[in-house]
């Protein structure tokens, strides 16, 4: 293949976005004959969830907040793609002429406990701080923990780990992914168990977006991973479904293994009571029709009303009684 052009790439300002970008620009160049590392212009660009980041995402607009501005440089020309964590992408699209051209092969999905302690989660003492900006991840923690405080914490991951160094808090949540990414895995205290801390929908996954006319699906495609791409379409497809986004209690997690397909539903109440708890298996090629079955079977159970309560939460920090 050959190709000449510039290709101009949006990313989020942070130390992560930098990193994702890098590993998925060198598998691109490690298997793109033509395409060489001074083929990429990198354009860093401010988002509104970056900019305001000691406010809750839920407060100041919910979804979409870590893309919209990418989304605007793509649709203006300003930049050819944006490169985004597909957990920060809103299972509706918000522009009918921009698609995932390229889905990163999935890093690992699961949650991780960070300590300053060395305690893992079960052994953290009662009335210990444990913070994340996650409505699902505080809810997974009540739903286990009641006797722990919980407190907002917002940033990124280099910030966090140091708000937890400075003692404001006693353990923190983070994906693990990203620490993966960053080189920071060495810090996590404790993976934690899907049994228990079941990933947001795409957690771990990253997507190139264009516009759907662009010439450069061709040129992506080439590490395209299938098995992430159908994971994850099954993941946001049940949350199109349902109408729910990253700021719900909802976790929803599928994964592929000897050509068979599962996915996963937990939804909570915002006091940590579990509202719904589904896995259903199927061939992978049924990966659409399996996740429609399961929205059915959660509006359902719960409904669209309730489901719709769970956008709102007015107090976030917690503290037990």
């Given at each position: 293949?050959?190709?000449?052009?510039?290709?101009?790439?949006?990313?989020?300002?942070?130390?992560?976005?930098?990193?994702?970008?890098?590993?998925?620009?060198?598998?691109?160049?490690?298997?793109?004959?033509?395409?060489?590392?001074?083929?990429?212009?990198?354009?860093?660009?401010?988002?509104?969830?970056?900019?305001?980041?000691?406010?809750?995402?839920?407060?100041?607009?919910?979804?979409?907040?870590?893309?919209?501005?990418?989304?605007?440089?793509?649709?203006?020309?300003?930049?050819?793609?944006?490169?985004?964590?597909?957990?920060?992408?809103?299972?509706?699209?918000?522009?009918?002429?921009?698609?995932?051209?390229?889905?990163l092969k999935?890093?690992?999905?699961?949650?991780?406990?960070?300590?300053?302690?060395?305690?893992?989660?079960?052994?953290?003492?009662?009335?210990?701080?444990?913070?994340?900006?996650?409505?699902?991840?505080?809810?997974?923690?009540?739903?286990l923990r009641k006797d722990l405080k919980i407190k907002l914490l917002r940033g990124n991951v280099d910030t966090r780990i140091n708000k937890l160094k400075e003692n404001n808090y006693d353990a923190i949540i983070l994906s693990l992914a990203g620490l993966k990414r960053i080189g920071l895995a060495d810090r996590v205290t404790e993976v934690l168990d899907e049994k228990h801390f079941l990933p947001a929908a795409s957690q771990g996954t990253v997507g190139v977006q264009s516009k759907c006319d662009s010439n450069l699906r061709d040129v992506f495609r080439l590490i395209n991973n299938k098995e992430t791409e159908i994971e994850s379409l099954t993941e946001r497809r049940v949350l199109k479904n349902i109408n729910a986004n990253c700021n719900s209690p909802i976790c929803v997690y599928a994964k592929i293994r000897d050509n068979k397909i599962s996915v996963k539903c937990d939804i909570f109440d915002h006091d940590g009571s579990k509202l719904f708890s589904k896995k259903i298996d199927e061939e992978k090629e049924n990966y659409l029709t399996m996740a429609n079955t399961l929205s059915k079977n959660i509006l359902y159970e719960i409904g669209q009303d309730k489901i719709n309560e769970l956008d709102e939460l007015n107090d976030f920090d917690y503290t037990p009684s």
């Open positions: 293949m050959s190709y000449f052009k510039k290709i101009s790439v949006g990313i989020r300002d942070s130390k992560l976005s930098r990193a994702q970008t890098e590993i998925l620009l060198n598998d691109l160049i490690s298997v793109a004959g033509d395409i060489r590392k001074e083929t990429f212009d990198i354009k860093t660009i401010k988002t509104k969830g970056d900019i305001h980041n000691s406010k809750r995402l839920d407060q100041i607009g919910g979804k979409g907040l870590f893309i919209k501005e990418i989304e605007q440089y793509i649709i203006n020309e300003m930049v050819d793609v944006g490169i985004h964590s597909m957990k920060d992408v809103p299972a509706v699209d918000s522009y009918d002429n921009l698609e995932i051209i390229c889905w999935r890093e690992d999905p699961r949650e991780a406990l960070i300590s300053n302690s060395g305690h893992k989660f079960f052994d953290l003492p009662t009335g210990s701080v444990i913070g994340t900006s996650s409505i699902r991840r505080r809810a997974q923690i009540l739903h």
